[in-house]
DNA sequence: TCGCAATTGTAGCGAGCGCTACAGAATCGC
DNA sequence: GCGATTCTGTAGCGCTCGCTACAATTGCGA
């Protein structure tokens, strides 16, 4: 019964979502967003609502496409070591990419910065890693060879998704996939997977 | 020849570096600095040149107390064993303790915010972990009885730096010490530490 | 005691921040 | 067409940021 939306709302969600995956939340600035998505002070405001609103949308586009996909290659493998492996090819694969935002996992940062002062943010950032945890356990107990029968698969995933935070933060000082592709392999050789 | 500082430069410098680790870099103001350290604007930047500057001298504070310590115990062990759990009890030590400032090591923290846009800290940020890699792998070799006989001590020591990287970020969202001393316990018998 | 040099307090610059008020433009049912 | 409603562009609010210019103050050597 009014006016329509003149952008493509879904394209331009796609834009600020590359944008503060590459820049953070805090070094984003509502400018930045604007010029990058191409619409004007009004229509944010209006069809947005707020920059943590916006954010919190890019932050679900980031998990239903990026982090769905590691999920899924994961979860498919025919067992848990080759899902496990598979899981750390494709963080290696992104990491590789040139053309990808930033050598970051964007829920992994949102765990840092200051974001932290705002509860919400915070508690999705805490449900990201979670989430990641619970996917390492459901793929290690669904094992029917139960390949690391010495260690508890809680304990395992707890372990494992540690690691995972801490290569992020590795890479992000310095990447040398050979490097991490060695000691990687060579952790989940010591864990039995 | 001229006036004397009439503040103590010490006791500011530590002060300083408290908030820094508080709050991080980007969210600690020039007028937060102030108050903390109780010395006016022209003081500040007459003797202290910059936020950045500064930043740097508290980040080398830093290094010269908490992490010297966590060095120390680590060297001064019996063994490798003995002194790679001894720099884990010293970490969980301090993630205990109400009264740190942040459940946050400074370097780790240096790692991520917008800081690594800056070459200067960013390169800072890397000697640390550089650092701490180097002190696991020494600690590893010069072990009388080479513990881990199995695993190249240089892959040990960057798998023990990643999963502390990952620690330092799990803590930050939710900090279970009983569950991390078991994670990590089960980590370091699987590697043969 | 005087002059020089170092330290201090004040006031404000220029820029960016997230956000809002508001008027104009577009699109619907009628 | 008309009115109601929704979208858009502009202008600017109040605030904080790191930093600087500058004059006043202090303490030293001569």
Redesign the interface.
């Known amino acids: 019964m009014a006016r329509k939306l003149t952008f493509d709302y879904d394209q331009a969600l796609d834009r600020a979502t590359e944008l503060f995956w590459r820049?953070?939340y805090?070094?984003t600035g509502i400018r930045d967003l604007l010029k990058e998505m191409e619409i004007g002070e009004g229509s944010f405001y209006h069809s947005l609502k707020s920059k943590r609103h916006l954010f919190l949308l890019c932050l679900a586009r980031y998990d239903e496409t990026v982090v769905a996909k590691r999920m899924r290659l994961m979860a498919s493998a025919p067992d848990a070591g080759a899902g496990i492996r598979a899981f750390f090819t494709h963080m290696f694969d992104y990491l590789d990419d040139a053309k990808a935002p930033s050598k970051l996992c964007m829920i992994?940062?949102t765990?840092?910065?200051?974001v932290?002062?705002d509860p919400e943010l915070?508690q999705r950032?805490?449900k990201g890693?979670k989430d990641l945890e619970a996917q390492f356990a459901s793929r290690l107990a669904r094992d029917p060879q139960s390949p690391s029968a010495?260690?508890e698969d809680g304990?395992?995933a707890?372990?494992l998704?540690?690691?995972?935070?801490?290569?992020w933060?590795?890479a992000?000082?310095?990447y040398d996939r050979g490097?991490f592709e060695?000691?990687t392999e060579?952790?989940l050789g010591?864990?039995?997977v």
């Not at 765990?111 to 200051?114: I, L, N, P």
């Not at 998704?161 to 290569?167: N, R």
């Open positions: 820049k953070g805090a070094g992994a940062a765990v840092e910065e200051e932290l002062v915070r950032a805490a890693l010495r260690i304990a395992l707890a372990i998704t540690t690691y995972v935070q801490g290569l933060r590795m992000l000082v310095d490097r060695q000691q060579i952790l010591s864990l039995g």
